[in-house]
């Protein structure tokens, strides 16, 4: 049930957007554990002209860039497992995009189990109540 929220410094084509859902879909449920037919990716195409790392445009640099966070349950993950996410992430990353700014980022956010869900029910309901 995790949702990805992704930005890439780059530009969009169709293909590019297939491969790196395909990517986060594979890398989110071998490492992190989470179930593929739970988890959405949402990407954002933003212009190199528009995306500025230390004052200069990633057109500028002539470098790719993304961000993205995943939320997951608090307490689901050991930080060995977010560590070598991250790692895995950032090479998947170069391997799509290409050269990429060191200034890219993942984001792995540990929410409340009370605090977080899809389809009405809380993730500390469905853990309380399963198969409801």
């Not at 071998?30 to 195409?45: F, S």
């Not at 004052?55 to 860039?65: D, N, V, W």
């Not at 993942?106 to 469905?126: N, P, S």
Request: glycine share 6%; aromatic share 10%.
């Amino acid at each position: 049930m995790p949702i990805l929220n992704v930005k890439i410094g780059a530009p969009r084509t169709t293909e590019l957007s297939a491969r790196i859902n395909e990517m986060l879909l594979e890398l989110t449920s071998r490492v992190l554990g989470k179930r593929r037919d739970l988890t959405a990716v949402v990407i954002d195409y933003v212009d190199p002209h528009d995306w500025f790392v230390a004052g200069k445009s990633l057109a500028e640099h002539q470098l790719a860039s993304f961000y993205f966070d995943v939320k997951v349950v608090d307490e689901t993950n050991t930080k060995a497992e977010k560590a070598r996410y991250i790692a895995e992430a950032f090479e998947g990353f170069a391997a799509l995009l290409g050269p990429l700014h060191h200034e890219s980022y993942v984001h792995v956010e540990d929410v409340r189990a009370a605090a977080y869900g899809f389809g009405g029910k809380t993730q500390e309901f469905r853990h309380q109540h399963p198969g409801a």
